[in-house]
């Protein structure tokens, strides 16, 4: 991830050599023949394909990362992403540009550029992106139900307090689920549990286990802390 990209770019071209044009079949040649020139004279070296003016369409830029991908190139593959003027948002473009490649294990870098963001921004998108690919854990990973008629509690409500409590648990996952008729098996493959099991209560979970039943609401919070502190998974923030 490089937060100014300009800058990255240019520093990018002074430092090594960029091959231009649109044919995928002679971008790769090109791309082969300065992977061996660079490796032939030792040369720390990059290979991606850089969305020229980012109008291609979100198929065409993946299918080029795909194709790099197969080359027999021992160099990091470093994916760039530019924001289209698309009705699709930046940040979902972006997700869902490297999500594919990166779920499927291509990719070894990113690198991104989008006139709207900040640079807490890109930093954000990044980390967050990379979280949710599970190449680079850096933050608590939640996991929530989308909520229905059995829901037993507020869930964005509870699920925004939870997270200003705990989100800065690196690593740790934690399910947070409307009811204990389908919320326990949906948990994937969390560390703990919060689970409504009634009006006004909570059920807690380590793995796949019930440990806690029947919690008060309003206790629920600080159980759920002390059980993460039980198995040596707290930090404090
Ligand atoms: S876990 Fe329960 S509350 Fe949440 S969506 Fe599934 S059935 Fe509804």
């Given at each position: 991830m490089q937060a100014d990209f300009e800058d990255y770019h240019t520093a990018l071209h002074l430092a090594f050599p960029f091959v231009e044009g649109r044919d995928l079949r002679l971008l790769l040649d090109q791309i082969q023949v300065l992977h061996a020139f660079c490796r032939e004279y030792g040369l720390p070296h990059v290979v991606s394909i850089y969305?020229?003016?980012?109008?291609?369409?979100f198929d065409y830029q993946v299918g080029n990362y795909r194709a790099l991908a197969q080359?027999?190139?021992?160099a990091p593959l470093v994916l760039c992403f530019r924001h289209r003027n698309?009705?699709?948002e930046p940040v979902s473009q972006a997700a869902t540009e490297f999500g594919s490649l990166l779920c499927d294990g291509i990719g070894d870098a990113i690198m991104m550029e989008c006139d709207t963001w900040s640079a807490k921004t890109y930093t954000q998108v990044a980390f967050t992106i990379l979280q949710a690919a599970r190449v680079r854990i850096s933050k608590t990973e939640f996991i929530s139900c989308p909520s229905?008629?059995?829901?037993?509690?507020?869930l964005q409500e509870t699920t925004a307090r939870i997270k200003s409590q705990?989100?800065?648990?690196?690593?740790v996952k934690i399910a947070i689920m409307g009811c204990i008729v389908n919320g326990p098996g949906e948990m994937?493959?969390?560390?703990f549990g919060y689970v409504g099991s009634g009006v006004g209560k909570i059920d807690l979970y380590v793995g796949k286990e019930k440990v806690k039943t029947n919690i008060p609401t309003e206790q629920a919070d600080q159980a759920l802390i002390d059980l993460i502190k039980a198995h040596g998974m707290w930090q404090d923030p």
């Amino acid at each position: 991830m490089q937060a100014d990209f300009e800058d990255y770019h240019t520093a990018l071209h002074l430092a090594f050599p960029f091959v231009e044009g649109r044919d995928l079949r002679l971008l790769l040649d090109q791309i082969q023949v300065l992977h061996a020139f660079c490796r032939e004279y030792g040369l720390p070296h990059v290979v991606s394909i850089y969305p020229e003016d980012g109008t291609q369409p979100f198929d065409y830029q993946v299918g080029n990362y795909r194709a790099l991908a197969q080359l027999p190139l021992d160099a990091p593959l470093v994916l760039c992403f530019r924001h289209r003027n698309t009705n699709l948002e930046p940040v979902s473009q972006a997700a869902t540009e490297f999500g594919s490649l990166l779920c499927d294990g291509i990719g070894d870098a990113i690198m991104m550029e989008c006139d709207t963001w900040s640079a807490k921004t890109y930093t954000q998108v990044a980390f967050t992106i990379l979280q949710a690919a599970r190449v680079r854990i850096s933050k608590t990973e939640f996991i929530s139900c989308p909520s229905c008629g059995r829901t037993l509690f507020d869930l964005q409500e509870t699920t925004a307090r939870i997270k200003s409590q705990t989100s800065h648990l690196k690593g740790v996952k934690i399910a947070i689920m409307g009811c204990i008729v389908n919320g326990p098996g949906e948990m994937a493959d969390a560390d703990f549990g919060y689970v409504g099991s009634g009006v006004g209560k909570i059920d807690l979970y380590v793995g796949k286990e019930k440990v806690k039943t029947n919690i008060p609401t309003e206790q629920a919070d600080q159980a759920l802390i002390d059980l993460i502190k039980a198995h040596g998974m707290w930090q404090d923030p």
